[in-house]
């Protein structure tokens, strides 16, 4: 299992929602979820490819503690994969979970469940119902994405060509199930630069492109898309650094090629550290099925 210092919230009036039902008396263990603006507390629909977070708060009662936390999510009722798994000793924690949505149509359950040390499990979960153009008969999927990363647990970096997903760097570097999933990933080095990185594991290849942004939104057929890669004349790397808007990359992994366009970077400046830093950079995927 893997090991988490949480951030600790502070219960603030009725921001939270309780998981009592009902007239029944409260748990000695309780779950909640903030109700805060922007944040997912319950089922709804919403665009593939979409950040969202959800605030989470769990409390064990006088004598006992909390020794698990996990979240996890089914897609469409059949693959379910975990996302966190983590061991706790505490008599309460929260969590300021930030994730993004799937590029495509379909449904996904969130759950968070907590464990205490008398081994009863306390579940919260809603139902996101994706909306996306990426149906079969497409010819190629784009997906739209966002590199975010803000700290070690909140942050978007690791991206799958299967599904057009981003997941948190944390959860790919840790979890067998998602592993295999990713192609590649971005991350923000310490001089401030974005770098795109690949997974060695898919094969993984890039090359610079001289195609503009014109062209790359003309690229609406296999036929279009596919000859990218082999027809740019630059060597093939593992590693490009220094991302800059309208900047074209073709790839190429073991079951797909494709080419990814930096849309934007956007920033915002920090009182406390004096200083810009980033909010997360979008790009944009289009990529054989």
């Not at 300021?96 to 205490?116: I, Q």
């Not at 593992?238 to 920033?267: C, E, H, W, Y």
Request: hydrophobic content about 35%; some cysteine.
């Amino acid at each position: 299992m893997h090991k988490i210092s949480f951030i600790y919230l502070a219960l603030i009036g009725s921001l939270f929602v309780l998981t009592s039902c009902g007239g029944e008396p409260e748990p000695r263990t309780r779950l909640l979820f903030a109700a805060g603006n922007g944040l997912v507390s319950q089922s709804q629909s919403v665009p593939g490819g979409n950040i969202l977070s959800t605030s989470i708060f769990a409390e064990a009662g006088t004598g006992n503690a909390l020794k698990n936390f996990k979240i996890t999510c089914n897609y469409d009722g059949t693959d379910s994969l975990t996302y966190l798994d983590s061991t706790l000793q505490a008599s309460e924690f929260g969590l300021y979970f930030t994730f993004a949505t799937r590029n495509l149509p379909g449904k996904e359950t969130w759950a968070f469940t907590v464990t205490d040390e008398k081994n009863v499990v306390y579940s919260r979960k809603y139902t996101l119902t994706t909306t996306s153009t990426n149906i079969p008969k497409q010819p190629i999927y784009i997906y739209n994405s966002f590199f975010y990363q803000k700290s070690a647990l909140e942050n978007l970096q690791y991206f799958s060509l299967k599904d057009g997903t981003a997941y948190p760097g944390y959860a790919s570097r840790n979890n067998p199930e998602i592993k295999p999933k990713v192609d590649f990933f971005f991350n923000q080095n310490p001089d401030k630069n974005i770098s795109l990185y690949a997974v060695p594991e898919a094969g993984t290849r890039f090359k610079t492109t001289t195609l503009s942004p014109a062209e790359f939104s003309d690229i609406r057929t296999l036929e279009a898309l596919t000859p990218v890669f082999a027809n740019s004349s630059a060597a093939p790397v593992t590693t490009l650094p220094s991302m800059q808007k309208n900047q074209l990359i073709a790839f190429k992994t073991n079951s797909k090629t494709g080419v990814i366009r930096i849309v934007a970077v956007d920033k915002a400046f920090d009182m406390l550290k004096n200083d810009s830093v980033l909010v997360r950079m979008r790009y944009e995927v289009k990529t054989e099925k």
